[in-house]
């Protein structure tokens, strides 16, 4: 039986005579496109893996003190995206790619699914939080390689096992503001500031603010357990640059580092041009500096249209286009292939 559509039979009109006519368009991405394959958002994990706050595991701070801990959260993450199937949003958006020479996608995403549901070869493609499988130097000595090894090293498929015979009962109990996370916000703030206006010294937990996402709803334990893997510098993977001694850590970029200066000018770029459309797909909107690119779209002349389950997410205006519903389900319909999946004439 074929499938009915939930979304509103005007704004699927209107938005597809827009994307007819529309050659510049530009896709802003996030968590919830990689939903229907399986990947869970940082949202959805209620901020927690294994009981560690994710935006402690995932920042420089939670490196320099256990970068076992931070490797295993990620070796995770590239077993789950290595089995993980690109969805029909994925799909979707490599067929538009196709079709207009003007698409562009920002991607918040590390997990590659949409490279793998076949974007063509020299697509705007820019993966702004870098890439799951790209491992760089600790030390930023140049080195870097693509690796795509589902086991890294024997060390991180123990996983939970190995950490849970570290942390014995009573070790784990720490403040639930730990001294970790200042740590990290110290850094930010020196590195912002320049060592001239920095004054050490004053942190309170309004300075944790700015680290997490704006009106998420953490379910936090009462003590965090101390990051603590037991796994050593040693038995993790090395840098292989000449006579460098660092250790190699995901090529992402945490919390508090710059993107890449080379990406954000070419994305800066973008909106001195006419855009036409802008899609805004799967995000909490909360992360800067992609939180800023709808506005930036605007005004480069773009509609705005946005596909998330949560309708509070789409900071949307009066004109614009707001989609609820699952990303795998929504995009193939907005850009013409129908709830059923058949390819339709999207004005090519
Ligand atoms: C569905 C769905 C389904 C669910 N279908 N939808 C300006 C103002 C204030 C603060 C700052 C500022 N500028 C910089 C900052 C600090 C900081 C920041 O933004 N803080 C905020 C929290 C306030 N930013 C930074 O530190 C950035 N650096 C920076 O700006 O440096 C300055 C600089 C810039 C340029 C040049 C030079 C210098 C770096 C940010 C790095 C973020 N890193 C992470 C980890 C990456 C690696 C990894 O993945 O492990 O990126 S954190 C995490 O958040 C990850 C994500 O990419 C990112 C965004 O999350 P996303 O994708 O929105 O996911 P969720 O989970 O939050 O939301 C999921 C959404 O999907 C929800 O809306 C659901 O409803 C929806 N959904 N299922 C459709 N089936
Ligand atoms: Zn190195």
Redesign the pocket.
């Known amino acids: 039986m074929a499938q009915q559509s939930t979304l509103d039979p005007t704004a699927l009109s209107t938005f597809q005579s827009h994307l007819a006519a529309s050659s510049r368009i530009i896709i802003i991405?996030?968590?919830?496109?990689s939903?229907?394959s399986g990947l869970p958002?940082?949202?959805?994990?209620n901020g927690l893996w294994c009981d560690h706050d994710?935006?402690l595991v995932?920042s420089p701070a939670g490196w320099r003190r256990d970068p076992g801990l931070v490797w295993q959260?990620?070796a995770d993450?590239r077993r789950a995206a290595l089995r993980a199937q690109p969805n029909a949003?994925h799909h979707a958006l490599a067929t538009l790619a196709k079709q207009k020479p003007g698409f562009v996608a920002l991607s918040?995403?590390?997990d590659g699914l949409l490279q793998r549901a076949g974007l063509p070869p020299g697509a705007q493609f820019k993966e702004?939080?870098?890439d799951?499988f790209r491992l760089v130097c600790e030390r930023r000595c140049g080195y870097s390689e693509i690796n795509t090894e589902e086991e890294l090293r024997e060390v991180l498929k123990e996983g939970g096992e190995r950490r849970r015979r570290v942390l014995g009962a009573g070790e784990t109990e720490k403040p639930r503001v730990s001294a970790l996370l200042f740590e990290g916000i110290r850094e930010?703030h020196r590195r912002i500031l320049g060592e001239e206006r920095f004054v050490e010294g004053g942190l309170t937990g309004v300075d944790a603010a700015?680290?997490?996402?704006?009106g998420?709803e953490v379910r936090k334990p009462e003590v965090v357990p101390e990051l603590r893997s037991g796994i050593e510098r040693e038995e993790l993977p090395r840098c292989k640059g000449e006579g460098c001694e660092g250790l190699l850590r995901?090529g992402?970029?945490?919390?508090?580092?710059?993107?890449?200066?080379g990406l954000?000018k070419e994305v800066e770029g973008y909106w001195k041009e006419k855009v036409d459309l802008c899609v805004v797909?799967?995000?909490?909107?909360?992360?800067?500096?992609?939180?800023?690119f709808h506005e930036e779209a605007r005004k480069a002349g773009a509609r705005v249209a946005w596909?998330?389950?949560?309708r509070e997410?789409c900071k949307a205006r009066e004109g614009d286009w707001v989609f609820v519903?699952?990303?795998?389900v929504?995009m193939p319909e907005i850009l013409g292939f129908g709830v059923d999946g058949l390819e339709r004439d999207v004005g090519v």
């Open positions: 991405i996030g968590a919830g496109l939903a229907a958002t940082f949202r959805s994990t994710v935006f995932a959260f990620y993450r949003a918040q995403n590390i702004l939080h870098g799951l930010k700015p680290l997490r996402v704006v998420m995901p992402v970029v945490w919390f508090g580092e710059a993107l890449d200066e954000v797909v799967g995000t909490s909107g909360t992360v800067w500096p992609t939180a800023g596909v998330n389950t949560t997410d519903g699952d990303a795998g929504v």
